[in-house]
């Protein structure tokens, strides 16, 4: 069975920083790829940033700059740095985890940016 733990949400200043985690573990090993999905309140789930297994990384255009995406292979965690923080910023974060054309979800990590 496959479990994806998150942790590293909260509630920060704009401006501020945050640094969300995420561990795949249970029978998955070493997915292919690894990413973070984020959803605001009346809007539909959208890629934030994901990264493979050989390091290729891929953001939304809105994250650029701001976010960076990361992976520890051998603890099968994947990272996002989230810096600069706007109110946009505010919605429920989702790791995600492909391997073996399955995609595997978290729990969801609420995120809110204070003005």
């Known amino acids: 069975q496959v479990q994806l733990v998150e942790s590293g949400g909260g509630l920060v200043q704009a401006g501020g920083s945050l640094r969300l985690s995420c561990a795949a573990s249970g029978s998955i090993l070493s997915p292919n790829v690894m990413g973070w999905y984020r959803q605001a309140p009346g809007k539909q789930r959208e890629l934030v940033a994901r990264?493979?297994?050989?390091?290729?990384?891929q953001y939304a255009d809105s994250v650029k700059g701001r976010f960076t995406i990361s992976r520890d292979n051998a603890k099968n965690t994947v990272y996002l740095q989230i810096n600069m923080l706007k109110p946009e910023d505010t919605a429920v974060y989702y790791c995600n985890a492909f391997k073996w054309g399955l995609n595997y979800w978290g729990q969801g990590t609420q995120v809110t940016v204070s003005s």
């Open positions: 990264i493979t297994s050989g390091g290729t990384t």
